[in-house]
């Protein structure tokens, strides 16, 4: 039977209680809610043969990055591909079931050029907009972003219940793409209209991270736990922003007691949590802070996804954390298995593990080992290619932090200068590691211009 679903489009079903659990698990999934598994276990218990439940299924899966859930997302695709043939599903359910087999075969790109598609025919589907959010995220595209959601924007009007959530998103892309003005209005709007909307909070947290004004940003967070409070492990996440806007700051004893007591209190394995906390020790142990024995356990957790090749992303953080425990045969294996990946697999992942992560592995190993000069050209390799391996500016940044010191650290004061200035100037302001690295480079280059100076040099005769 069909059955509208919350957004007036018909979805099909075999068990018409099931629409109000799938009508939750959505707006849980645009919350961030940790209570989205539990509605959609509901719904494809009330209906164990709805298509698109179980197509959602499957992508929820992958948008997890672990290898471990690519046989569960496939095993939801082959239980989609047969209830579409015992039922006649509608062309937005079909378009989502292929969607899903498009990541699976490698393609996610792919994928989103298809819900694209699909959105400009059914532009009040906050669910696929969503969908396509978070899969350019993964994929490191931001303008795709932006324009995927102004082609539709103008649906979201003030009855429709998604509205704030889409509107959050929306502030994300701005951001993301540098308009940090109206992502920062829009963005404060969507938590007024949708005070759940953690991805609408964390966008103007990003906004005011980006553009220096990071005690702004700590009374925004700390203003609103209700944004948040209800979120899975994004938010985690959230918590993660606070800290990095207290590490500009100088609050470091702060920074600590968020990591140790929120962001990585659980010591769980997703590697998004792994990321927030690895790229914050490397961050800490960059401003000369000793971190303790905190590298233990992300290192244990890395070295048991090795050989995921699930998301490019996720393996240079995997990579950060075996380097700061000093596990250099499971770092080799990293690196090792990232160069085969990107050589042999022709797929999306295979390229840009290719093109923007082993390099970023390379400079990142070399680094370690002391040898700055090999770190900076391997890094600045990856790095105008970098946004391809997925995630935000923000916590791309803990890269082009370790590029800029290693240009420091191997005498570049030049390419270390247009490095600071080039990421203030993708910022949109200045912040107190780029101001503190630009003085030491000015400092630098005074004391080579000194010592070369005539004045000083030996004269015989």
């Known amino acids: 039977m069909r059955i ?52 959602a299924r499957g992508l ?74 978070a899969i350019r995220f993964v994929l ?40 940090f003005e109206r992502a920062e209005r829009i963005g404060r709007e969507a ?6 909307d953690a991805w609408g909070l964390h966008a103007v947290a990003h906004v005011l991270d980006m553009t220096g004004k990071a005690e702004e940003g700590i009374r925004w967070l700390d203003d609103q736990p209700q944004a948040w409070e209800h979120c899975n492990n994004f938010g985690y996440h959230v918590w993660w922003h606070l800290a990095l806007l207290h590490l500009d700051r100088g609050n470091v004893e702060r920074v600590f007691e968020l990591y140790d007591q929120k962001f990585r209190k659980d010591h769980t394995d997703d590697y998004r949590d792994v990321s927030n906390a690895a790229s914050m020790l490397v961050r800490l142990e960059l401003e000369g802070f000793k971190v303790g024995n905190r590298w233990e356990e992300l290192a244990s957790i890395s070295e048991k996804h090795i050989e995921d090749s699930c998301n490019v992303f ?24 990232m160069r085969t990946f990107g050589e042999e697999d022709s797929n999306e992942m295979g390229h840009v593990t290719k093109v923007a992560g082993s ?19 391997h890094l600045a390799e990856a790095r105008p290619l970098l946004r391809t391996v997925g995630g935000s500016h923000a916590q791309r940044d803990v890269f082009e932090r370790l590029t800029i010191e290693a240009a420091l650290r191997a005498g570049l004061c030049q390419e270390a200068k247009r490095m600071i200035d080039e990421r203030t100037r993708l910022r949109g302001g200045p912040d107190t590691y780029g101001e503190t690295r630009m003085a030491q480079a000015n400092r630098m280059m005074e004391a080579t211009n000194l010592m070369q100076s005539d004045h000083l040099r030996f004269r015989t005769g």
């Open 4 to 55: 509208d679903d919350q957004f007036e489009y018909a979805v099909t079903l075999s068990d018409k209680s099931a629409i109000e659990h799938w009508n939750n698990t959505v707006l849980a999934f645009l919350a961030h809610s940790a209570a989205t598994p539990e509605h959609l276990a509901k719904t494809l218990e009330a209906d164990p043969d709805f298509a698109l439940g179980q197509a």
């Open 60 to 133: 929820f899966c992958l948008l997890l990055g672990r290898r471990e859930m690519t046989a569960t997302a496939f095993e939801a695709y082959v239980v989609a591909n047969k209830c579409r043939k015992n039922h006649q599903i509608t062309g937005r359910e079909e378009t989502v079931i292929e969607a899903l087999n498009d990541w699976l075969q490698g393609f996610p790109g792919k994928a989103a050029d298809r819900l694209d598609d699909v959105l400009l025919k059914y532009p009040r589907d906050a669910f696929i907009l969503k969908l396509i959010h």
């Open 140 to 179: 490191g595209q931001p303008s795709r972003m932006r324009s995927s959601i102004e082609g539709v924007l103008s649906s979201y009007e003030e009855d429709h219940v998604a509205k704030g959530y889409v509107h959050g998103c929306y502030s994300f892309a701005l951001e993301e793409s540098g308009d």
């Open 191 to 196: 938590v007024a209209l949708q005070q759940d």
């Open 314 to 337: 996720a393996d240079l953080h995997y990579m950060l954390a075996l380097l700061g425990d000093n596990r250099r045969q499971a770092s080799d294996r990293l690196l090792a298995r």
């Open 359 to 377: 390099p970023t592995a390379s400079g990142l190993m070399q680094f370690k080992n002391g040898n700055f000069f090999s770190a900076y050209h």
